[in-house]
């Protein structure tokens, strides 16, 4: 897919999960600006006040549109999306697409009409998605696994560390063992989550899993095929990281997000 004008891109995520969602949509968009931006004091967001995530975010994402022109803003975090969505369109005058857990993909799928959503504790116990099992309840049986666990093994995986399959292995099969009628459909409600797809492909043999991911970057790329107007004077400058403090931990990220593509890492004041 060809794009004639750069864009200028922002993605926000708590920690590191959503440079798994910029490498895709990298891939199938290379001719654009992107700015990545992760909370790392804020992180993780799974299971934090709500009130304080909500207030972070509005901060962090406000003050990098002042620094750069922003063309599109997606929010690679399920939590941030269901909490910020609704309150940075009304702030800010820009396309924003967040990500979300893919429910209504899964209803279309499932043989059993039983579902499992896998995510943060945060993203599970929301009103949005007690408002969806509600709707859904007639027909579907929707078993909610909170896991903070994974959270922090996919950001230590993605900051270059090693790790077997054995929590995995643990979680899955403990949930296997106590569920009769076990889901055919798994959804994966966390940015992070999609590190491990290949595990539980093979740990859930003869499941669906929904990579929520994906789901959310096809709807972009249709999006701006179909929407956005290209700014004709975008140059490219470089794709830039930012954080919200330089600690001994982040500096050590540079070289991460160097290997991604990000040539430097940036303080973003809140």
Known sequence: MYFKYKLNIMIFDSGLGGLLFYNQIKRIIPHSNYFYVFDNIGFPYGNKDKNYIINRIIKIVNNICKLNKIDLIIIACNTASIL???????????????????????????????????????????????????????????????????????????????????????????????????????ILGCTHFSLFTPNLLHILKKKIIIDSNIVTINFILNFIKNNINYNQNNKFICDKAYCVSLTKKTRNLAIILKYYGFESLNIINI
Not at 132 to 157: F, G, H, N, R, W
Not at 163 to 171: G, M, T
Request: proline fraction near 4%; glycine fraction near 2%.
């Open 84 to 186: 910020t969505l609704s309150k940075l369109r009304k702030l800010l005058n820009y396309p924003i697409i967040g990500v979300l857990p893919a429910i209504q993909i899964a209803t279309e799928l499932t043989k059993n009409n039983h579902i499992c959503l896998l995510a943060t504790n945060n993203t599970i116990y929301s009103t949005y998605i007690s408002n969806m099992i509600d709707k859904l309840s007639y027909k579907y049986t929707i078993i909610l696994i909170p896991s903070m666990q994974l959270v922090y093994l996919a950001e230590k995986i993605l900051q270059g560390y090693s790790s077997s399959s054995l929590l995995l292995y643990k979680i899955f099969t403990t949930w296997k063992n106590n569920n009769k009628d076990t889901p055919d459909t798994i």
